[in-house]
């Protein structure tokens, strides 16, 4: 079988109030899935693409939940591992239009413990793109390992590179996470990075400084919340302003803006077409308390 896209990455249950409203008020909530890279996987899958997503999950009903949604929106997960000994990770979404407050509990769960045991599974080789983020090499040191190795075969194999910065604080410091980060950049052919976390990793204030700071991948992609996103290929570069959407809370719309800047870059489309289809995608997500909205 072939691919358009491979995913690898952690994917945890995901709690949240059934209405946007904060957890502190909430009486009812929903039970979800979320991960930066399945969400891209989903909505590439919900677009028509054939997208693979690779994890460990633990050998519980939250783990078979998650693996269960993933399958279920047409993404391939033949290539999960479930853990008997490691369990599923879980997260609260806290929405607030002024910034999302995400709550983890994912201490030593089965995802931190993927490491390059994982690669004679992930279909690089038969795969035009290999999507990764910043988040998986962040959770343990067997995870960077582990990316490390599939970058390393997708240049073997001469497929792409996409890689979102997707920097945590809470998972590791600017100290260590912004060298570690700007390693992996220049190994990526596809990067996306937001304005403001390139600033707390590297001192960037401009689109053109974050550009000229990752000058090692040939294209970067710099988000700019409400006021847009500017992609930098070689010397080019294209900006497309952000759309006005009465901001629900913002998390996974980054995941969905790689997803639709993806999708179109799959099938051939201008450089104007991939940051469109960007805003259009993580505009339904911004507007709304779920990570992942269907539809084009």
Same mark, same amino acid.
């Given at each position: 079988m072939t691919y358009d896209?491979?995913?690898?990455?952690?994917?945890?249950?995901?709690?949240?109030?059934?209405?946007?409203?904060?957890?502190?008020?909430a009486t009812e909530l929903r039970l979800e899935v979320g991960?930066?890279?399945?969400?891209?996987?989903?909505?590439?899958?919900?677009?028509?693409?054939?997208?693979?997503?690779?994890?460990?999950?633990?050998?519980?009903?939250?783990?078979? /939940?998650?693996?269960?949604?993933?399958?279920?929106?047409?993404?391939?997960? @033949? *290539?999960?591992?479930?853990?008997?000994? +490691?369990? $599923?990770?879980?997260?609260?979404?806290d929405p607030d239009p002024g910034g999302t407050r995400v709550h983890y509990y994912r201490h030593e769960s089965?995802?931190? /413990?993927?490491?390059?045991?994982?690669?004679?599974?992930?279909?690089?080789? @038969? *795969?035009?793109?290999?999507?990764?983020? +910043?988040? $998986?090499?962040?959770?343990?040191p067997s995870c960077a390992e582990l990316i490390d190795a599939v970058i390393a075969e997708a240049h073997r194999n001469d497929v792409l590179v996409s890689f979102d910065v997707n920097y945590r604080p809470a998972l590791w410091p600017v100290a260590v996470a912004a060298p570690a980060l700007g390693r992996i950049v220049a190994q990526s052919d596809i990067v996306f990075v937001g304005r403001d976390e390139a600033k707390v990793l590297w001192?960037?204030?401009t689109a053109e400084q974050v550009r000229s700071r990752l000058s090692g991948a040939p294209r970067v992609v710099v988000k700019d919340a409400e006021v847009g996103a500017t992609e930098f290929l070689g010397a080019t570069s294209t900006f497309v302003p952000s759309p006005h959407v009465e901001v629900v809370e913002a998390v996974g719309a980054g995941?969905?803006?790689?997803?639709?800047?993806?999708?179109?870059?799959?099938?051939?489309?201008?450089?104007?077409?991939?940051?469109q289809l960007g805003h259009d995608l993580a505009a339904r997500v911004l507007v709304a308390v779920s990570d992942f909205i269907p539809g084009a």
């Open positions: 896209v491979a995913t690898v990455g952690e994917s945890m249950v995901m709690v949240t109030p059934a209405r946007p409203e904060p957890l502190v008020d991960g930066a890279e399945s969400n891209v996987a989903l909505q590439l899958s919900a677009l028509g693409y054939r997208v693979s997503w690779t994890s460990r999950l633990g050998d519980d009903p939250f783990g078979h /939940r998650v693996n269960r949604t993933i399958g279920g929106g047409g993404v391939d997960t @033949s *290539s999960v591992v479930f853990d008997p000994t +490691g369990r $599923t990770g879980i997260y609260f979404k089965a995802a931190t /413990r993927m490491g390059v045991e994982l690669l004679p599974s992930i279909p690089i080789s @038969s *795969s035009r793109i290999v999507h990764l983020s +910043g988040i $998986t090499p962040s959770l343990s001192g960037t204030t995941d969905a803006f790689a997803a639709g800047y993806l999708s179109a870059f799959l099938a051939g489309r201008s450089s104007i077409d991939c940051l």
